[in-house]
C-alpha cells in the first residue's frame, strides 16, 4: 500500500524560499508520476505540477514557471517542491499527489507553508 | 485554461436526502474528470475518476455522471459522514490541469 508522509510546517519571510518533501513509501517512485497542489487558507484546490510519464519530464502550471521546481531523489524515494520568490499569497497547504490514470488516488497529510514578515 | 465551475456553492440537506452536485466545464474534457471529497483538516479523497468510475474503497451511493462539458456527481442517500466539500478536476491537457471551485455540502 502506498503511503505519502510530507515534512513538517514551515513559515518563511517575503522573497525567501521553501522546499517541501514528500517520503514514498510501498513503492518505488520511479514507477510513480508525483505531482504537487496547494491550497490557501479557506480556498480551493491549485495544481501546481508534476512528473508527466507520457513526455518523461516535469511539467509546471503557468502560474509557476521559473519559480517552482520540482525534483525526485529514488535513492531515497523522496519527492520535493521548492518553491522561491515567496509573497504571502503563497501562504497554504501544500500537497503531495500521486496520478493514477486521470487523476489523483493518493494524497500526503499537507505541509502548511506561512509567508510572514 | 479551462474554467470549471460548480453549483452550486452550498447544498444545504439532512441525513437520508439525495445530493446533486454540478460541474460545468468551458470547453470539452471528454470523459477526463474527477471528484473528490474533502474534510477540514484532511487531505482530499479521490471518489470518482473518469467522470463514472468509482475508486476503490468508495460506497455505491456515490456516482458519477456525464461527458464533453456538463457533469453531475450524486450522492443517494446522505450518510453523516458525506457532509464535506467536493471538487471537480479536469485533465483534458495534462499541462493545464484545473479543479473546480467546490460544492459544500452541509448539514440542514
Known amino acids: 500500500q502506498v503511503q505519502l508522509v510530507q515534512s513538517g510546517a514551515e513559515v518563511k519571510k517575503p522573497g525567501a524560499s521553501v522546499k517541501v518533501s514528500c517520503k514514498v513509501s510501498?513503492?518505488?517512485?520511479?514507477?510513480?508520476?508525483m505531482h504537487w497542489v496547494r491550497q490557501a487558507p479557506g480556498k480551493g484546490l491549485e495544481w501546481m505540477g508534476g512528473?508527466?510519464?507520457?513526455?518523461?519530464?516535469?511539467i509546471y502550471a503557468q502560474k509557476f514557471q521559473g519559480r517552482v521546481t520540482m525534483t525526485e531523489d529514488t535513492s531515497t524515494d523522496t519527492a520535493y517542491m521548492e518553491l522561491s520568490s515567496l509573497r504571502s499569497e503563497d501562504t497554504a497547504v501544500y500537497y503531495c499527489?500521486?496520478?493514477?490514470?486521470?487523476?489523483?488516488?493518493?494524497w500526503g497529510q499537507g505541509t502548511m507553508v506561512t509567508v510572514s514578515s | 485554461e479551462i474554467v470549471l465551475t460548480q453549483s452550486p456553492a452550498t447544498l444545504s440537506l439532512s441525513p437520508g436526502e439525495r445530493a446533486t452536485l454540478s460541474c460545468r466545464a468551458s470547453?470539452?474534457?471528454?470523459?477526463?474528470l474527477a471528484w473528490y471529497q474533502q474534510k477540514p483538516g484532511q487531505a482530499p479523497r479521490l471518489l470518482i475518476y473518469?467522470?463514472?468510475n468509482r475508486a476503490t474503497g468508495i460506497p455505491a451511493r456515490f456516482s458519477g455522471s456525464g461527458s464533453g462539458t456538463d457533469f453531475t456527481l450524486t450522492i443517494s442517500s446522505l450518510e453523516p459522514e458525506d457532509f464535506a466539500v467536493y471538487y471537480c478536476?479536469?485533465?483534458?491537457?495534462?499541462?493545464?490541469?484545473?479543479f473546480g471551485g467546490g460544492t459544500k455540502v452541509e448539514i440542514k
Open positions: 470547453q470539452s474534457v471528454s470523459s477526463y
Open positions: 499527489a500521486l496520478r493514477n490514470r486521470d487523476a489523483f488516488d493518493i
Open positions: 473518469d467522470a463514472s
Open positions: 510501498g513503492y518505488t517512485l520511479t514507477e510513480l508520476s
Open positions: 478536476q479536469q485533465r483534458s491537457n495534462w499541462r493545464e490541469l484545473t
Open positions: 512528473f508527466d510519464p507520457e513526455d518523461g519530464e516535469t
